[in-house]
Every structure is written in C-alpha cells, then in structure tokens.
C-alpha cells in the first residue's frame, strides 16, 4: 500500500506539473497574442530633429501600423542620452515602454562617464537592431571658408582656439568623432555640447558654431538644400547617400573611422515572447520598400539581428568604443 501510495503521488505530481507547464505555455501564447493591447511609449533619450528621433519615427509609425496599438514617441533629453534611457531601464518590463538606443547609449557612455544611472549590458533586454550609419563633417559656410578637408585644417591652425566644434552632447559617436579629428589633426577646438542634434544643426545653420560630426541623417538634407556645407564621411568607405564626398581616410586622415548604430531596448525582464514578436515586426517593416528607400536615402545601413544577436553586437561594441575612449583620454563627471 504504502508504494502504491508512493506511485499515485508521483502520479499526481507529475500530472500537475505538466498541467502548470501548459497553463505557464498557454499563457505566454496569449500573452503574444495579445501584445500589444494599449499604446507604447517609443522614448528617444535625445532632443526631436536628430537622426535617433527620424529612425524612430519611421520604426514608431510602421509598428503603428501592423500592432494596431499607436507607437507614442516621448523625446526625453539630456546627458548624452542617459536621461531618457535611464528612464526605460527603470520601467515596468511589461513591453509598453522601449527605448532607441545608440552607440552612445549603449556603448560610449559607460567607459566616458564616471558615474552612470544604469548598466547598458545588464538592464535591458534587446529587441531589434535598426541601421547603422556614418557620420558627416560638416561645417557653417556663413563662418567657414573652406570646401574640402586639408582646407579646413590649414583654416583652424591659423586661428587655434577661434573655431567651435558642436556635437549632440557629451559622449555621443558625434563627439568623440570630433575629438578623434582634433586628436589626429592637433587641431584646438572648444568642444560645445547641445541637448541633440536639432538644436546644434541649427546654430551650425546660423553660423553660431563652425564644425559639427553629425549624423548623416540628421544633417542631409541641409548639405542638399545649401544650407550646410558637406567635407567628408566618417566611415571606411564612402556613403552612397553623397558618393561625391570622401572620407576622411581619403582625405589625409589614414585610420580614421567612426560610425553609429541605432536599436531598439526593452527594460529587462520584459518577456520574451514579446521581445520577439517586436524583433519580427520591426525586421518586417525595415524590409518594406518604402523604409528600404528612405534609410538608404538618409545613408542609413539596415541590417537584420535577432534579439541574441544583438545582444553579442552590443557587447563587442561596448569593448571597442571602451578603447577608443581610453585613447582619448574623454571623460564626463
């Protein structure tokens, strides 16, 4: 008696084991199927008008689309971006708050400041890379005479100190791509902080700064308008979304390459069913004709990642940018 006693309590165990393991199955099945059910906050941890706003928007509107749910984007700056996805590491994992990340955010950031509100590698869960793209030396034509690299170098020698280089904040790829310039050149240029790329693309319009590593994205359009003048790329090669301008390699500077990747981060703990519904339909909408045209117009590379994938991206990133920091000899308080 006492073994079969024995033998219907393993039997009943196991039987309410496998009926929680269908339950906990069954759940998260639904719980897929059913993400999203209200709206979700898209938070850029940067100021509207810069390259991290434009690729969220364009993501934010196609998830819009196929989710059913509306993709608010939240523009929270300041910090070089930590303001803003501090804000996402620190929320509820439920998948309705999400962050664009970038080099910056996720990889610059923790070797550049002495103190940093969240972990890059540890407090968040990746969900899906979005592109990557070059950054553009571009500078004021109301402030600055020259039109091409070596131009420009003999034009700020000649005036050390004078020439005011502007950057989407401290411990941007904006930024350290300019110190990177200024280290290779000997070049004195005070640096000038902004709270994002809008703001400082504007003052570099207005003549209020001289030279600005911008994003290519952000500032594209203004070189095709007149309103910017375009020297060179930052990448190992050139940028098909302006083929006429070379790099900086090409320009004199051997070596010299530095670019920026943008990706969307859940907080961690965030399932991940609904990681990987968001890694599907993000993959889905940059497939699409029309994000495939307008990256490539804005310079931007797409490229596909799965959630892991990401993730080992991130972390050899987060070694690279950790070196070229230490270069620099960069630091934020």
């Known amino acids: 008696m006492p073994f079969l ?10 039987a309410a084991l496998s009926a929680s393991a ?8 639904s719980q897929q199927a059913t993400y999203p059910s209200r709206p979700v906050r898209l938070i850029v941890p940067f100021t509207p008008g810069g390259t991290t706003d434009i690729f969220a928007r364009l993501v934010g509107e196609k998830l819009s689309q196929s989710l059913g749910q509306q993709f608010v984007i939240e523009n929270r700056g300041g910090a070089g971006g930590n303001i803003g996805t501090d804000a996402v590491a620190k929320a509820d994992p439920d998948g309705y708050t999400l962050v664009m990340g970038t080099v910056g955010t996720h990889a610059i950031n923790p070797s550049l400041y002495t103190k940093m509100p969240y972990d890059a590698l540890t407090d968040f869960a990746p969900v899906a890379y979005v592109a990557g793209v070059p950054n553009l030396m571009v500078v004021s034509p109301k402030k600055v005479k020259a039109t091409t690299v070596e131009e420009f170098i003999a034009e700020a020698k000649a005036t050390p100190g004078k020439m005011t280089m502007a950057s989407s904040g401290n411990g941007t790829s904006i930024h350290l791509s300019g110190e990177l310039f200024k280290q290779m050149t000997g070049i004195e240029m005070p640096h000038v902080p902004y709270r994002g790329s809008g703001p400082a693309v504007n003052d570099l319009i207005g003549g209020q700064v001289d ?3 911008d994003n290519l994205p952000s500032s594209i359009e203004q070189v095709r308008s007149g309103n910017l003048r375009a020297l060179a790329v930052t990448s190992s090669k050139r940028s098909p979304a302006i083929p006429d301008k070379p790099t900086l390699a090409e320009a004199g500077l051997p070596g010299f390459e530095a670019s920026s990747w943008f990706a969307l981060f859940a907080p961690k703990g965030t399932p991940p069913e609904i990681t990987s519904k968001l890694n599907q339909e993000v993959r889905k909408a940059l497939e699409t004709p029309e994000l495939q045209k307008r990256f490539a117009d804005l310079g931007g590379e797409i490229r596909s990642m799965s959630p892991d994938e990401l993730m080992a991206y991130v972390k050899s990133e987060h070694e690279k940018w950790a070196k070229v920091v230490k270069a620099s000899g960069a630091k934020v308080d």
């Open 5 to 14: 006693s024995s033998l219907t309590r393993r039997h009943v165990l196991g």
């Open 22 to 29: 269908c339950l906990v199955s069954g759940a998260a099945l």
């Open 211 to 213: 030279v600005m590593f």
